[in-house]
C-alpha cells in the first residue's frame, strides 16, 4: 500500500459550517443528546427462529462507544460478534430476528426505528465495512461507481467515477494510481485491495462510527497492519469511533482501547487491553492468549512449545449447556457449580469484568504480565 499521495477529502467541521452544502449538513435529531456517548449498547440478545428451535445468537450484551475510541469484539466463530452489529444497524430479518435489550445513538434509542430514519443513519452516522468485502461490493459496478453512490447516497447529488472525492477516499485507503482504479470493477482488485474499497466506501460520509467486521482477516499480515493503519489514520482525522471485529485476539492488540471477549453469544471479559492481556480474568481469555503464537517462549532445552488449543467445540446456540456456556472445555470448571449456575458478568476491578464464578481469584492469580 502506497501513502496517500494526495490530501484525503475528508470534512472538517468547519469546512462543513463554511461549505453550508446540502452535501454535509448533518441532520439535526432533537432526541439526540450531543454529550452523550456516540454508542451505547443496553443488554442486547438476539433470538433467531429456526426450524431446528430457538437460535440464542446474542445474550445481554453491553457495551460503551466513544469519539475516538477503539473497542475490539474478540470470539471464535459462531459467538454473536457479526449479529451484535447487524442488530445495531437493523439489519437483520425482520420477521425471524427477536431483538430486545436497546441501542443508543447519541443517546437516542434507535433499535426498532422505522427503516426510513434507520437508513439515514446507516452509512451516514454509523458505517459498516462487512466481513465478506467481495461479496458486499457489486460485481458488475465500478467500484468507483460504488463509492460514489455511497456518498451520493445521502444527499442530491450526482457523483460521478471519477469525482475527485472518490479518488481521494481511494487514495486515503492506499490504493495505487486511485484514478484509473476508480473506474475497474471489484474482480481486478486483489483481495487485500477490495477490503481497503469497503473501507473506503464505509467513511465516504465521514461517519461518527464505523464497525469494521473482520476487516483483515482474508489478509496477509503486512496489508493488514496497513488496513489498521488506515483506521488509524481517519480516526485521527474525524475523531469517529471505532468497533474492530475479529477472531484473532493478537489482531486488536495494538490498536483498540478496550476489548470485549464473547463466547457463545454472551460478553465473558471485558476490560482495557492491559487488562486482558496483562491480567485476563476468565479461562475462556486466558485459552485465546495461550493460544497466540510466540516466538519468545521455549521449553527447556531450546525446544519450542508448541501452540496451546481450547479443546472442544463451541455449544449450540440452540442447545446451550445449563449454568456457564464454557463449562463443557474449562480446565477450571467445578462439577455442581459451573454445570449448574450461570456465572453473572462481575467486576474484578474498575472497568474490567469477567462472567466466571472465580473471577476474582482468576484475577489476582493473573496479574503477573503475560509476556
Ligand atoms: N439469520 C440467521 N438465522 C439463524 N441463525 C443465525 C442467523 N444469522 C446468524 N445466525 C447464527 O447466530 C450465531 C452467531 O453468528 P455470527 O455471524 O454473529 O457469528 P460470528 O461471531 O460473527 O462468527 P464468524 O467469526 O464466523 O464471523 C451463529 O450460530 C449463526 O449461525
Ligand atoms: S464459571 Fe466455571 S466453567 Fe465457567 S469459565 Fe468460570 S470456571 Fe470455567
Ligand atoms: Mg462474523
Known sequence: MTEPQTEPYVVTGDEKAAKGSKRRQVEVVESEDPNAPLLEVRDLSVEFTTDDGIVKAVQNVSYTLH??????????????KTVTSMAILGLLPKRRAKITGDVLFRGRSIIGLPDKQLAAIRGKRI???????????????????????AIAVHTDEQVA??????????????????????????????????QRAMIAMSIAN??????????????????????????ERIQERTSSALLLITHDLGVVAGVTDRILVMYAGRQVETGTVDDVFYRPSHPYTQGLL??????????????????????????????????????PRCP????????????????????HESACHFASELYEGSKEPVS
Not at 67 to 80: W, Y
Not at 206 to 231: G, K, S
Open 67 to 80: 469519539a475516538k475510541e477503539t473497542l475490539g469484539i474478540v470470539g471464535e466463530s459462531g459467538s454473536g
Open 332 to 351: 477450571n470448571a467445578v462439577a455442581g457449580t459451573c454445570d449448574v449456575e450461570r456465572p453473572a458478568l462481575r467486576e474484578v476491578d474498575r472497568g
Open 127 to 149: 458505517a459498516m465495512v462487512f466481513q465478506d468485502a467481495l461479496a458486499a461490493l457489486n460485481p458488475v459496478l465500478r467500484v468507483g461507481d460504488q463509492i460514489a453512490e
Open 161 to 194: 467515477t471519477t469525482d475527485d472525492r472518490v479518488v481521494h477516499l481511494l487514495d486515503l485507503v492506499g490504493i495505487p494510481n486511485p484514478r484509473d482504479r476508480a473506474t475497474q470493477y471489484p474482480h481486478e482488485y486483489s483481495g487485500g485491495m477490495r
Open 290 to 327: 495461550a493460544s497466540l503464537p510466540r516466538l519468545d517462549q521455549r521449553r527447556e532445552g531450546g525446544e519450542r512449545q508448541r501452540l496451546h488449543r481450547i479443546k472442544g467445540q463451541p455449544p449450540s446456540l440452540i442447545f446451550l449447556p445449563p449454568g456457564c456456556a464454557f463449562a
Open 206 to 231: 465521514d461517519p461518527d462510527v464505523i464497525i469494521a467486521d473482520e476487516p483483515t482477516t482474508a489478509l496477509d499480515v503486512t496489508i493488514q497492519a496497513q488496513v489498521l493503519e488506515v483506521f
